[in-house]
């Protein structure tokens, strides 16, 4: 018997494979096809203060090994979740975590405050990382000063377990990930998307109506890899890793790197059943390198 289960922070999952934000809906949208009590844990969509309608289509791009997507937070915000979205979620047997974003800090600590009393939200993913919004997102996260400012206020405002979910891109993500981790994050989760851009060479423009957009699938995968490496020398707190994982074997890469967790993104697009395919294999692993525990999955110097 293996155990599959691990820790981030004070929560406790029963395996350490979790959906991606924006990827996986609100796991309802997955139930035909997905055991949800299988997962480890289901961080929902993007949620802000007030609604968002996103970006102007087209907003999504297929790229060699990957895609872009310039969404841009769509969403009906926080009170609608709370009323129409939270009560779908109460009943699963596995962890939720609500991925917060915002334009300002009082956006971010607003919607902590409105999600505290919900006892079932088992934790929070600060996201300070989108590459697709006007104003907030991404500048939290490339500044190490600015990463402490909100998440010391999220930290304020949340009082369960609180994940910080990092930009790649920046020069050094380890000053980054010790500024959240001083101003009281519980757990770091990276990598949110690589700031990319496509262009339609027939029409000479760009393909994305946003010309920018996020980055993310297989095509990632090593660098993300190279980043949850150098961010687990650098800080005692656990990672949560992604990007690009499209199978058990890149989940198992990414635990080798350092990460106590992972979550899976773009490969849900293209099968939807694999977070569970990627939770048989991590235990099929255990058992094929005589290991017992998730914890035991170490790189050999
Ligand atoms: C369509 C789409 C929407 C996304 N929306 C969010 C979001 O709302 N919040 C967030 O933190 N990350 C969001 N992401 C980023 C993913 O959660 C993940 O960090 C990234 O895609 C890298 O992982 P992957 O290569 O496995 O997809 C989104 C990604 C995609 C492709």
Redesign the pocket.
Known sequence: MVDLSVHIGNLHLQNPVLT????FGYGHEFADLVDLNRLGGI?V??TTLNPRQGNPYPR?AETPS??L?A?G?QNKGVDHFISHIYPTLTSLETRIIV?V?GSTIDDYTAVCGRLAPLERIDAI?V?I??PNVKQGGMAFGTDPEQTARVVEACRQAWPRTMIV?LSPNVTDITRIARAAEQAGADALSL???FLAMAIDTERRRPILSTVTG?L??AA??PI?VRMVWQTAQAVSIPIIG????MNGRDAVEFLLAGATAV?????NFINPRVSTEVVDYIADYLNRHNLTSVGQILMDN
């Open positions: 991606a934000s924006g990827t961080v969509k993007g999504m990957g895609m997507n969404v937070l991925n974003s993913e996201n990382s989108c979910k990598v949110n998307t996020g993310s699938g990632i995968r993300a992604m990007g690009g994982i979550e899976i993104g773009t490969a």
